[in-house]
């Protein structure tokens, strides 16, 4: 019986700027706004989100479709959460702060 060896996909919130500019078709610039989005937002959650991403073009999300995976550690949710939590404090206190 043939073994059958599963390729594992590339993870799109984890993997660094050097291993994403590897993906065949992906441009330096869409690899640039992917990296951006993850500083600005934490993580990506859905291929949804990655479409809304505007310096990635539709043949580029495709690419990603095929290439990557998308998951979010336990790790990074509290992050998120607490940047929700600022805004929210901030929102109410009429911008001036939250201390």
Known sequence: MAERVLEEKMDVNTAPREELETIEGLSWEAVDAIVRYRERHAWIRSMEELMRIPQLSADEVMILRDTVQISVSDEE????LEKREWRRGYQQ???RGMG
């Open 77 to 80: 949710e509290p992050r998120r």
């Open 93 to 95: 206190s009429g911008g």
